[in-house]
């Protein structure tokens, strides 16, 4: 007899065993981790049978829903053939034709495609490929990177280096390579009446001057174009890149492009980059690539840097840098459906519709008195709660009033996950209009709940 595993079952075996990401485990005294046992479109199950709606793609990295049958049967096909082998001396088409395709649909001039398995890998790639890169044209000099501040890069250390979240940063300051902060575009912060454009425009003048003083130690610029995710999901208007793309050329520092959150439609556009018309040096992909479903990165970058490591191997200069899962076959072909959803169902397009409903169904929400801003940019929309809407004061952190929103949200069935007091949606593009409605309906209800004992 198959005996039926409770959701209170797997939480205590889990916590036997188990350490959780990005969670004080004490924490899970008062909350255990929610045990899921199926999941399809939008919609996770319990053990209990409880259903919730994700809106936040699973961190961000699901597309097309939970159980795809286009996604599953593409990895199926390629399990009864090839489920791995190392890309070091070795390739297979999967990871020829996905090479192809990404050339083909990235910023032009995007020639090259290096892969790992996550975005922090990525991230570090990026780094290693532009230092290297200046060592070999024979400037060693240029070894710092700039970061903007607020931003958010991955976990590990060098990636966490040109993070600027204190929360994931501060711990590890001894550990990390000093990088120079220019301010962030993040217009939240904006004057009331000033306009985004306006905004990023004035924040770009520190970026320049950094760039002018201090170009010759400087390898590269990072960014996440338009949207600083894991930073509260805090939005720029595209003006701030094309400047930066321009500085970048005028003082010969490369631009690194994070598109691990906003690549793949979230901001509305294929690549974000897209809406300044830029193209980067390095662009960082990850998370949506696989449609969220396998482990996959990749840097793309420039034929000319590529070139500066091309000469033969005693020379040494070569890019000597691995995982052992780069480039796995059953993730470059979950790509491979990702990218061909994309080509057949018209979805930048279709998410127009979806952003305008989400845009819709949270219109009202600015005349909340603990509201002090909702911001959109295509299908990622934030919500920010603060204690004074006039000043912008946001509750003491230590309240955690996000995390009440985000229980009492779980019992009505919506997986919302606030970062602090921001509740954002970052829903799969299979969500419909119905859906959207009850996320939105659910978020405000959330808000009233955490501020019940403030107002
Ligand atoms: C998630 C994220 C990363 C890190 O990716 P992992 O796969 O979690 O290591 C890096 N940059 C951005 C912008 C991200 O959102």
């Keep these: 007899m198959i005996t039926q595993l409770s959701n209170a079952d797997l ?25 899921i046992k199926r999941a399809e479109g939008v919609w996770l199950e319990d053990h209990d049978g409880h259903r919730y709606l994700d809106a936040i793609s699973s961190w961000w990295v699901n597309l097309f829903g939970h159980a795809n049958p286009r996604i599953n049967q593409a990895i199926a096909d390629q399990l009864g053939t090839l489920e791995q082998v190392m890309l070091s001396g070795f390739t297979h088409e999967p990871v ?38 200046w060592l070999n044209c024979g400037k060693p000099g240029k070894k710092r990177f700039v970061n903007l501040a607020n931003a958010y890069h991955g976990e590990t250390l060098g990636a966490l280096s040109v993070c600027d979240v204190p929360l994931y940063k501060k711990t590890y300051g001894p550990l990390l390579l000093d990088v120079i902060t220019a301010p962030s575009p993040d217009c939240y912060h904006r004057e009331a009446g000033q306009s985004w454009e306006d905004f990023s425009r004035q924040q770009f003048v520190e970026m320049e001057k950094i760039l002018a003083d201090q170009n010759e130690e400087i390898c590269a610029v ?51 980059c ?38 033969d191997f005693t020379n040494l200069t070569g890019f000597l840098h691995s995982h052992s899962y780069t480039g796995n076959p059953l993730a470059c072909q979950a790509a491979h459906a990702t990218l061909d959803i994309f080509e057949q169902d018209n979805v930048i397009e279709n998410n ?104």
Excluded at 97 to 124: H, K, Q, Y
Excluded at 295 to 309: D, G, K
Excluded at 402 to 426: E, H, S, T
Aim: glycine residues 6%; contains cysteine.
């Design 274 to 311: 897209e809406q300044a018309n830029i193209s980067p040096d390095f662009m960082c992909l990850s998370k949506g690539i696989t449609g969220g479903y396998l482990p996959l990165s990749t840097v793309l970058t420039r034929e000319n840097i590529y070139q500066a490591f091309y000469d």
């Design 96 to 133: 020829v034709r996905l090479s192809e395709r990404l050339v083909e649909i990235t910023p032009t001039g995007l020639d090259r495609c290096f892969f790992a398995d996550n975005g922090s890998c990525a991230v570090e790639i990026a780094m290693k490929m532009s230092f290297h890169y």
């Design 11 to 35: 939480a205590q075996r889990d916590r036997n065993v188990l350490w959780h990401p990005c969670t004080q485990m004490k924490d899970h005294e008062a909350w255990p981790p929610i045990p």
């Design 352 to 455: 127009k519709k979806l952003a305008a409903i989400m845009g819709q169904a949270t219109a009202s929400f600015v005349d909340h008195p603990n509201i002090a801003e909702v911001r959109q940019t295509g299908m990622i929309l934030a919500i920010e709660i603060v204690k004074n809407k006039q000043t912008k004061e946001p509750f003491p952190w230590q309240e955690r009033r996000g995390r009440k929103a985000f229980r009492y949200a779980m019992d009505q069935g919506v997986l919302l996950r606030p970062m602090g007091d921001v509740i954002y949606f970052m829903p799969p593009y299979v969500i419909n209009e119905e859906e959207i409605k009850l996320m939105a309906k659910v978020a405000l209800e959330s808000i009233d709940h955490a501020l019940k004992d403030k107002r």
């Design 222 to 272: 990072i960014v996440e174009p338009l949207v600083q995710g894991a930073g509260f999901m805090r939005m720029y208007h595209p003006i701030y890149l094309k400047l930066l793309r321009e500085a970048c050329d005028k003082y010969d520092v490369h631009l690194i492009a994070d598109e691990i959150a906003t690549g793949f439609g979230r901001t509305g556009t294929l690549f974000a």
